[in-house]
């Protein structure tokens, strides 16, 4: 399955230095899918001098020649459509229609940031001195190291590669040891763009020999993180050793609030599908739900039967719904907020057990927890995984209160028909981002991002470029 990928090096697919590899698993069957070469401190280091040299070609590459080149990349994106999804579903274990969406939203990152190339713009302020003007010009920052999780391999990659390089930056990329070859075809569809040898990077392998030669490499100038609020703290710290930029994506806990108004069928018929998708392994899915006391009743019943009517399965089988969490860790950690709950006193409505007809994977019923409280830890904490827990609230204020009640602010969204309500409630709900009767937040023209323990910078949008220019101001006089 990765016979002709490996570690990315100055333009060439490559072996490790010394020949170590690493075995994949698939969630689904817990048998390896094939092994991927790991990375020795000396390999990182070699594609630190690549990324080096090959960014002193491509940021005085023109903005228009780079906005072609990502143009190239993702017409050849499109072209491996097919083989890029099956290794997203492989990989994770998600449905494939959720993989050929991902794969589409990632194409669209190549598209949207193309044009953005071609719009970095400067600007002449007036001086005070006579015959002086003051000129701001943006430049690419230099190096980055882009560091990805597994639940999104090629979204997150493509969120990160395509702002940088329509910036002129270099990137480096380190995916996660457990979906590395999504990356791997990604970095491959790059090599359409014919950029100068260098630009784009890969490496696999564990923090020591990949992570830490990277954070401390004074020619790195910028990090980007997906991942966790943990990491994110130690990326941060190790980041002020060489005061990189660093722009990140971390951990939600979304409220969902149902009010009394909201259209009922529109609530369950899009929170079920969004909820479950890739198994609950979403930074921004609802996680805690809150339900007006006089919808409550209701709501359980038809996100019951929604829930028990899915299907679990292999992604790559088009009938399934809901694939496997993705190792044995997960499983064990949804198995204890569970049993956690039901301890103090939560009601199990649906699923809150392995499912027991799968013979092999990280399979867990889609699960959902009525009688739940705000101290209960799969309502403080996020769960990253198949729980929708519902609680009852009477009065707006009240349930606004509520959902602020944590630490992070990714996202967060209600349903209402009333537009004086939803205006109050997004003023309210601190968040990066909210929807109101919608989930769709993620898209190459939007800026996708949180606040407070869920991370800082946006990604996409006209702002996802920024992260990636430093801004310099010439005083000219004449």
């Known amino acids: 399955m990765y016979q002709k990928f490996g570690l990315y090096i100055d333009g060439n697919w490559r072996r490790a230095s010394d020949g170590a590899t690493a075995y994949v698993l698939s969630p689904v069957t817990q048998s390896a899918l094939g092994a991927v070469p790991v990375a020795t401190t000396a390999d990182t280091q070699e594609v630190l001098a690549a990324a080096s040299k090959g960014f002193a070609a491509w940021r005085t590459t023109a903005a228009f020649a780079r906005a072609d080149a990502l143009h190239r990349i993702a017409d050849e994106m499109l072209r491996r459509a097919d083989e890029a999804k099956r290794m997203i579903s492989a990989e994770t274990g ?9 794969w589409g939203l990632s194409i669209d990152q ?38 990805t999780a597994w639940n999104f391999p090629a979204a997150l990659v493509a969120r990160k590669a395509a702002p940088a390089l329509a910036a002129g930056c270099a990137i480096i990329i380190r995916p996660s040891t457990q979906t590395p070859g999504v990356a791997m075809v990604m970095v491959d569809c790059m090599r359409a763009g014919n950029v100068p040898d260098g630009v784009v990077n890969l490496v696999v392998g564990p923090t020591a020999t990949t ?22 703290q130690q990326m941060i710290r190790d980041a002020a050793d060489t005061v990189k930029k660093v722009s990140m994506e971390l951990g939600g806990n979304a409220p969902l609030i149902v009010y009394d108004d909201a259209d009922l069928e529109l609530a369950l018929n899009v929170s079920v599908p969004t909820k479950f998708a890739n198994a609950g ?18 709501f359980v019943d038809g996100f ?3 829930t028990n009517a899915l299907k679990l399965g292999d992604g790559l089988d088009p009938s399934v719904q809901m694939g496997p969490l993705i190792n044995g860790g997960r499983l064990s950690e949804i198995e204890s907020i569970v049993s956690d709950a039901v301890k103090a006193g939560a009601h199990v409505a649906a699923g809150g057990e392995r499912a027991s007809e799968f013979n092999a994977g990280h399979f867990y019923k889609p699960t959902v927890l009525t009688n739940v409280t705000d101290d209960m830890k799969v309502f403080a904490d996020e769960n990253f995984g198949p729980i929708a827990a519902i609680t009852r609230f009477n009065e707006e204020d009240e349930v606004l209160s509520r959902a602020n009640a944590s630490d992070m602010g990714l996202s967060a969204y209600a349903f209402t028909r009333s537009p004086d ?12 981002m909210v929807g109101i009767n919608s989930f769709a937040l993620a898209a190459s023209e939007a ?26 101001l010439a005083q000219i006089v004449f």
């Open 447 to 472: 800026p996708f991002g949180g606040t407070n323990h869920s991370g800082m910078g946006r990604e996409g949008g006209i702002e996802g470029i920024g992260d990636y220019l430093d801004t310099k």
């Open 110 to 147: 190549f598209r949207w940031f193309a044009e953005e190339a071609r719009r970095i713009y400067g600007r002449i302020i007036e001086s005070r001195v006579p015959g002086g003007r003051f000129e701001v010009s943006r430049e690419p920052v230099g190096i980055v190291g882009a560091f």
């Open 421 to 432: 309500r939803a205006r109050r409630t997004v003023s309210a709900l601190k968040a990066g």
């Open 304 to 306: 019951v039967s929604r």
């Open 94 to 102: 998600k449905p494939i229609a959720q993989s050929e969406r991902e």
């Open 211 to 232: 992570y830490v030669p990277i954070m401390a490499d004074k020619s790195v100038r910028k990090v980007s993180l997906t991942g966790s609020t943990r990491v994110g």
């Open 281 to 298: 392994q979403v930074c921004v899915t609802p996680d805690r739900f809150f339900v007006h006391e006089r919808l409550h009743d209701a």
